[in-house]
């Protein structure tokens, strides 16, 4: 089993700046691939970033492009997403996930394991 837990969420103003991180203990030498998703108010999980554990191959959604930069530390088992330029429709709950079989995959079913997310909102 792979545990997941994220931090680093909070309040932050538009055009603002944040990082959450996602670190990961357990048996993560099994994670192959992990992704950033997000949970909007009242609307459905969405794929943010993903990244892959050994080549640090990167991916997004067309919405964060050029604004968030996923990244990893392999070292310390943990995944964060720097988020810049922050924008109201970025607020949501942000749930980390990692996988066992697929890299850079934006569907929520090819991820395992999943953490209990951190908010983060931002005002206008």
């Known amino acids: 089993q792979v545990q997941l837990v994220e931090s680093g969420g909070g309040l932050v103003q538009a055009g603002g700046s944040l990082r959450v991180s996602c670190a990961a203990s357990?048996?993560?030498?099994?994670?192959?691939?992990m992704g950033w998703f997000r949970q909007p108010p009242g609307k459905e999980r969405e794929f943010v970033s993903a990244?892959?554990?050994?080549?640090?191959?990167?991916y997004y959604t067309d919405s964060v492009k050029g604004r968030f930069t996923i990244s990893r530390d392999n070292a310390k088992n943990t995944v964060y997403l720097q988020m810049n330029t922050l924008k109201p429709e970025d607020t949501a709950v942000y749930y980390c996930?990692?996988?066992?079989?697929?890299?850079?995959?934006?569907?929520?079913?090819?991820?395992?394991?999943w953490g209990q997310g951190t908010q983060v909102t931002v005002s206008s």
């Open positions: 996930a990692a996988s066992r079989t697929k890299a850079g995959s934006s569907l929520i079913y090819d991820y395992e394991y």
């Open positions: 357990g048996r993560t030498a099994i994670i192959y691939g």
């Open positions: 990244i892959t554990w050994g080549g640090g191959i990167a």
